[in-house]
């Protein structure tokens, strides 16, 4: 029987031919070689034989019996016809079951890979819990029930709902926020209807998860604009009309109207300038957070001592920024000019700092009269005058200043405000010191990285960055800088908690009071004050 046999060298398998005395490298680079032995084993009577046999069974679908399978690792081919005469084939060389790239050496394990990872179990998958959640975290079943008992008791006898004036209580006790909030809450909440029931709380305070929220999230939800992703200075007026109507500490002032507002407005500009540190007038949450005025409206609500909450809600600290404003401003148009400021502090800065202050550098001015400041403005101008060891204070003259705003702080720039300074000690017969060596001390109060230029994280980081400042533009300070008064070093050290502002506030609150005292009783004590006149207080 005939048959033709086409050959590919391509797909022969090397390893087949069994020929361990030349290595399979060489043969494979040498395929013509390749293809001549295997046509020459392929010529062979019992090759041909075999061949045909494999081919028949193929074709009925029989198993093929292939002697020198290698499946058998082991197993070495003895059927197949030599390609050398019988005696004359050199013994093969015994095989390697590690060096033969088609024996895998039988390895232990569930793994047919032998990967070390497979060998351990598969691990159990872990459910991570659900973390974020776009209107709140869900309130836990154990704190809803108690809230709902409080509730409960607080609702119990209005079936028809809380109107405003008795929902002081839920605010207190339920939401856990100052009792000044109660109207700002109750306005959230009502719909114009002027009654919250039951439902209507349930829905907006647990069901809205407002129960798991922080405090300050809470406050900036209830004071927040819809439509607003900030707070503005108008949000918290409906807090401070409720606080003055309600704290004891300032029930005399509600024959007084005017002075209710004024105060209302100092307490949001303080709470703007030390917070607001973007100085754009939109409060962040992130800001309200970092701020500490949770903190003052929690100590407002449980002190009957208004003046004792120091932060932001001191009346005696309004008297003191109004007063100041009132002595300057002359005409009481409500507006200051230069000519005005350069009288602050019995005429203490320089005119070079007085300009800087109207170029608006350090702050645009919200007054819409040109070269004028308005009451607003004054404010953080002496916040940042009477504590310079604050952030938002250094960040304010250090724009000063910077005159070319580049970030630093240069010689000629420090030299160009000492000069005025140097003029000014000198018409006044005082001992002169040079800028060479104020240039030292500063230096030395400072440490900065680099010593040709300051910038403003140097500044933050000394203790005594505000007296720089002084040094520059402030006479007066500079001097008592100069002359360390032992009194007030030791005050600063029985008080170590007081800021300068605090310090400085006490103290002309007691110089005002006490000239109002002496009017008085110059103008017999009952004497009603021409308020277009003289300061309403």
């Known amino acids: 029987m005939s048959m033709e046999v086409v050959s590919d060298t391509a797909s022969l398998e ?42 028949n069974e193929a074709k009925s679908g029989a198993p093929l019996n292939v002697p020198g399978n290698c499946s058998s690792p082991n197993a070495v081919s003895n059927s197949l016809p030599s390609m050398f005469p019988a005696g004359t084939a ?20 569930p793994s047919n890979l032998g990967s070390p990872l497979k060998v351990v179990s598969e691990p159990v998958k872990e459910l991570i819990p659900q973390f974020y959640f776009q209107f709140g975290r869900p309130p836990p079943n154990e704190l809803k029930e108690q809230c709902l008992i409080r509730i409960d008791h607080l609702f119990h006898d209005h079936l028809d709902g809380l109107q405003i004036h008795e929902f002081k209580s839920v605010t207190k006790e339920v939401c856990k926020l100052p009792s000044f909030f109660s109207t700002s809450l109750f306005r959230k909440i009502d719909n114009g209807t002027g009654v919250v029931t039951r439902k209507a709380f349930i829905d907006y305070w647990i069901n809205g998860n407002m129960l798991t929220k922080d405090i300050a999230t809470q406050i900036f939800t209830i004071l927040k604009q819809p439509q607003l992703k900030y707070l503005t200075q108008d949000d918290f007026k409906p807090v401070l009309r409720e606080l003055l109507a309600t704290h004891p500490g300032l029930e005399f002032l509600q024959s007084t109207p005017e002075f209710q507002e004024r105060y209302a407005e100092t307490v949001i500009y303080r709470i703007y300038y030390y917070i607001n540190r973007a ?84 702050r645009r001015f919200t007054s819409k009269v ?94 005594l960055s505000g007296s720089v400042f002084n040094i520059l533009f402030n006479l007066n300070k500079f001097m008592a800088f100069e002359t360390r008064d032992p009194f007030l070093i030791r ?28 009017e008085d009783a110059s103008n017999g004590s009952a004497e009603v004050w021409d308020e277009s006149l003289e300061a309403p207080f």
């Open 14 to 55: 090397i390893d087949l031919l069994q020929l361990p005395e030349v290595s399979a490298l060489a043969l494979k680079s040498n395929l013509s070689f390749v293809e001549t032995l295997f046509e020459q084993w392929l010529s062979l009577p019992e090759s041909n034989r075999l061949v045909t046999s494999l081919l």
């Open 491 to 518: 005050q600063e050290r029985e008080n170590p908690t007081l800021t300068e502002w605090d310090r400085f506030a006490h103290r002309e609150y007691i110089r005002l009071s006490m000239e109002e005292d002496v």
């Open 90 to 109: 050199p013994p093969l060389s015994p095989r390697s079951t590690s060096g033969s790239p088609r024996i895998v050496k039988q390895r232990v394990g």
């Open 279 to 362: 100085g754009n007038g939109r409060l962040t949450l992130r800001e309200l957070k970092r701020g500490n005025i949770i903190d003052a409206m929690q100590h407002a609500d449980e002190e009957e001592d208004i003046n004792k909450v120091l932060r932001f809600f001191s009346y005696e600290h309004f008297y003191v920024i109004y007063c100041k404003f009132w002595e300057l401003d002359t005409d009481h148009d409500f507006l200051i000019d230069k000519e005005n400021l350069i009288r602050y502090g019995n005429h203490a800065l320089t005119y070079r700092i007085v300009d800087r202050i109207f170029s608006q550098v350090p």
């Open 370 to 463: 040109e070269g004028k400041m308005g009451y607003e403005d004054f404010v953080y101008f002496i916040l940042s005058e009477e504590d310079k060891s604050s952030e938002p204070s250094l960040e304010y003259w250090f724009k000063c200043i910077d005159l070319d705003g580049n970030g630093v702080l240069t010689r000629n720039e420090l030299q160009f405000f000492y000069e005025e300074q140097l003029h000014r000690m000198e018409c006044m017969a005082q001992e002169p010191v040079l800028f060479e060596d104020i240039l030292c001390q500063i230096i030395d109060m400072i440490g900065p990285e680099d010593e040709s230029y300051i910038t403003l994280c140097d500044l933050k980081g000394g203790k």
